[in-house]
């Protein structure tokens, strides 16, 4: 059965499939305008990105694609309202926000018309989310990438938020990769949608260099590991030179602070020169942020080819039974 539509404020997204935002220039508008084009939700990782960089960023995925276009901006950063109101300002359809929880983003939101659609990690956040005007929620589990606000798997934790949350659409993500997952998330668990992003990273169009998708295709399952971010959460990353040179008690700290990026850091290494080293090719002395799923993946596709896979097997099996 087909799909149906994702509607998110006034916005709608023929796919209900959000490609999650990726930081510091892993989530482009490069991988985002396909994304958009193919009827998802493209998102463009706004943090860890200069604003007048982020911006045209933005401005150029307008203006190659009429599909929709959000900006992913964590609320760790220390230019969270910054990245917020230049992203409005240059345009962008909607803000997606996570690692953390900001309560006045909602006002933000309603006073220039731009939905916010927020990431949690629980119930409670989930509730008041809605209750503060969310447009939609993405529920993110334990199978994620990136920074984590939960243990719990998307499957334990999807239900319970599910309960609470009956006036927006609820997302889920954390390891989805493809497109049986995903009409099991809408089918058996009530998912209006899914938020995906190890997958697009293994896209030809996702802006990472080669030895980033590289380590992806060799990681097994035991070499995606629990890293403890500077941002004061944990992170799921494949565990590079760097993370066993941590694990060692290696001093791996920066001299000194480049960026002055997060609100609160704990200076154990630099996430920013860690993130970038990666995406521009030196994965030794690189973080590889991926989810729990990467080991399944075994292919680089245009982005257009895992649309067309997640829709073929979604639809096979979707009966939109709830
Ligand atoms: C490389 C990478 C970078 C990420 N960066 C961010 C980010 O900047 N902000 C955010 O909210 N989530 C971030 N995430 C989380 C994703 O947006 C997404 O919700 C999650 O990874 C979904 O799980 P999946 O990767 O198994 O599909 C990142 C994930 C990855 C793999």
Known sequence: MKLPELKIG??????PLIQGGMSIRVSTSALAIPVAECGGIGTIGGSGVPLLELQEDIRRAKAATDGVIAVNIMYAMKEFYDLVMGSIEAGVDMIITGAGFSRD???IGKKHNVPIVSIVSSAA??????KLGAAAIVVEAAEAGGHLGTDVPLRELFPDI???VTTVPLIAAGGVINGFEMAEMMDKYGADGVQIA???VLSDECSVSQAFKETYLKAQKEDIV???SPVGMTGRAIKTPFIKKMEQGEDVAAPKCKFKCLKKCSYKYCINDRLMASCTGDVENGLV???ANA???TEILPVKEIFKRFVRDAESVYKENR
Request: hydrophobic fraction near 50%; proline fraction near 3%.
């Open 125 to 130: 956040f989930a509730r008041l989310a809605e």
């Open 226 to 228: 629990e890293v403890q």
């Open 105 to 107: 983003i909602f006002k």
């Open 295 to 297: 080991y399944k993946m």
């Open 10 to 15: 006034p916005f709608i997204a023929r796919i």
């Open 289 to 291: 942020f991926c989810g």
């Open 162 to 164: 599910r309960k609470v």
């Open 198 to 200: 190890s997958r697009f």
